[in-house]
Nanobody, 115 residues
Framework: QVQLVESGGGLVQPGGSLRLSCAAT????????MGWYRQAPGKQREMVAA???????DYRESVKGRFTISSDNAKNTVYLQMNSLSPEDTAVYYC?????????WGQGTQVTVSS
């Protein structure tokens, strides 16, 4: 059974930083990409950043230059370093792992940016 274990969310002041982690455990194989999505209250879930198994990255425009996605393929773990956070980044952040058989979602971790 595949599980995605997320950590690193919390409350931070505007301009601050957080680092999210997501480890995929269990019988998982054929990973093609890992990524982070977020969903704010009353809004649709949106892609934040993604990284392929080969290391190619993609970011939504509003986080470019502030967020950095990275991964450790040997550990099936993906990270999201978030800097210069603003209240607009407040949301539940979800980890996603895409494989040849389908995709998996984490349970979500709350990120709140507020003074």
């Amino acid at each position: 059974q595949v599980q995605l274990v997320e950590s690193g969310g919390g409350l931070v002041q505007p301009g601050g930083s957080l680092r999210l982690s997501c480890a995929a455990t269990g019988s998982i194989s054929g990973i093609t990409a890992m990524g982070w999505y977020r969903q704010a209250p009353g809004k649709q879930r949106e892609m934040v950043a993604a990284i392929t198994r080969g290391g190619t990255t993609d970011y939504r425009e509003s986080v470019k230059g502030r967020f950095t996605i990275s991964s450790d393929n040997a550990k099936n773990t993906v990270y999201l370093q978030m800097n210069s956070l603003s209240p607009e980044d407040t949301a539940v952040y979800y980890c996603n792992v895409a494989t040849w058989r389908g995709s998996y979602w984490g349970q979500g971790t709350q990120v709140t940016v507020s003074s």
